[in-house]
């Protein structure tokens, strides 16, 4: 029961119009069918027995005439008027014997119903033959002592057209409503469609703008329910902005009231420039974590998604990195183009390759289109030949302010690099992990829908 349920949800159709469409066809043709098997089992089958036993009626009339009237004169007389008032064409073959090998049987209703006609009326061997000279003719040949009656019986007396007309009118009437639901189904999916891909953009940072509502009045509500969670993103994002904008103008202010004080300090007691350094090194890394927190939360900014070039994007952050003294390679197709916030995703590609030269000495891009979920997705990796990291603290590389021992020359950095890339990716409806390196060292993969 499992396996047929499983069997049957793969075959139903996975869009909401197909389903749609279903519900509203499929009881038709489930009643049709209904209908049309009543009416096979009862009224077809009825009128074929009536026609089948008008025939062999004719027929047993035929013979019962042949057999008391055997002159030859009277055969053609028979004939004659068999012709006339029977529609039926006969013929005597005298001497003639029926042959002995099974006729071929065709099964049906019509058929059926002759053949037990014939057998109850003549009473008599006799043999059908299906394909005679036309499809329009029914030939019957039935053995009598002195030889065998031939008799050529039209198949509209045997077969009605009312059938055909009714299956006609049922396929008809089908398709009609079909074409009529489709229509009407496509025009009330179209909203849900467009409210799906306006979703779809909106995850991918561009800006669509309020949707027309639309449609039925669920439809209409989820609209509007949407372009209200639009304006509300919005208005928080740019609230967030704006905070931390005061927040980081705020605290750059007594940092820059200590620079001056410290400068002073230095210049009046040289003895203690050890210990003035070394407090300005720590202003100098509050200052860098300040600006790494504004770039965490301008990495929703609003800046809008726009066709890019992903392979000359990847061959830039290369340049930069190879005029830093960083042996990079690139492999990428050209050209390789998605809608990209173009800065956003030059901050993030800046933080993967700054966190791969701080601990390796050689970085490789790459950049591929494959396969997701069914649908085709973009793959850029960044890998290196550095000590990487375990993989039981990959993800808590992720998290805000979190700094993983081993870089190369001891640079400081503020611990926001990969949270800010994550950011950045997921804002462009992707996804970042970190994975072991075919290199050896840390692998970087960002998939983003193309």
Known sequence: MTRLAFAIKRML???????SVLIIVMPLILLQAVA?????????????????????????????????????????????????????????????????????????PAETELRAALAERVRLPFRIDWSGRTDREVQIRVQLPEGVLHVEAPAKRLFTGTVTVFVLWLIGSALLLFAIAAIFMRNQVKPVRRLAVAADAF?????????????????????????????????????RTAMLAGVSHDLRTPLTRMRLALAMLARRNPEE????????EDIAEM????????????????????????????????????????????????PLVLPLRADAMRRCLGNLIDNARRHAGHVWLAAERV????????????????????????????????????????????????????????????????????????????????
């Not at 995850?203 to 309020?210: A, E, I, Q, R």
């Open 13 to 19: 159709p996975r869009s909401l119009f197909g389903r």
């Open 36 to 108: 049309l098997q009543i009416f096979y089992g009862t009224h077809w089958e009825v009128i074929s027995r009536r026609l089948a036993a008008a025939v062999a009626g004719d027929v047993g009339l035929a013979v019962e005439t042949l057999r008391r009237f055997p002159a030859e004169a009277d055969q053609d007389w028979l004939a004659a008027q068999m012709q006339v008032r029977a529609d039926l064409a006969i013929r005597f073959a005298e001497g003639e014997i029926l042959p002995t090998d099974p006729p071929d049987v065709i099964e049906g």
């Open 203 to 239: 995850g991918k940072g561009l800006d669509v703008g309020p949707i027309k509502p639309e449609g039925a009045d669920e439809v209409r509500q989820a609209a509007a329910a949407f372009n209200l969670m639009q304006e509300r993103l919005r208005r928080f994002l740019a609230q």
């Open 273 to 280: 420039a050890e210990e003035v350094a070394a407090i300005g």
């Open 287 to 334: 200052e860098r974590m300040i600006e790494g927190y504004l770039a965490f939360a301008r990495g929703e900014g609003t800046e809008q998604a726009r066709p890019t070039d992903l392979g000359a994007l990847l061959a830039e952050m290369a340049e930069k990195a190879r005029a830093a003294g960083t042996e990079v390679e690139v492999s990428a197709p050209a």
């Open 371 to 450: 396969m997701r979920g069914g649908g085709e997705a973009v793959q850029i990796t960044v890998d290196d030949d550095g000590p990487g990291i375990p993989a039981e603290r990959r993800e808590e590389a992720f998290r805000p302010f979190v700094r993983l021992d081993g870089g190369r020359g001891g640079s400081s950095h503020t611990g926001l690099g990969l949270t800010i890339a994550r950011d950045i990716v997921r804002a462009h409806g992707g996804e970042i992990a970190l994975e072991e390196s075919p290199r050896g060292g840390l692998r970087a993969r960002i998939r983003l829908p193309a």
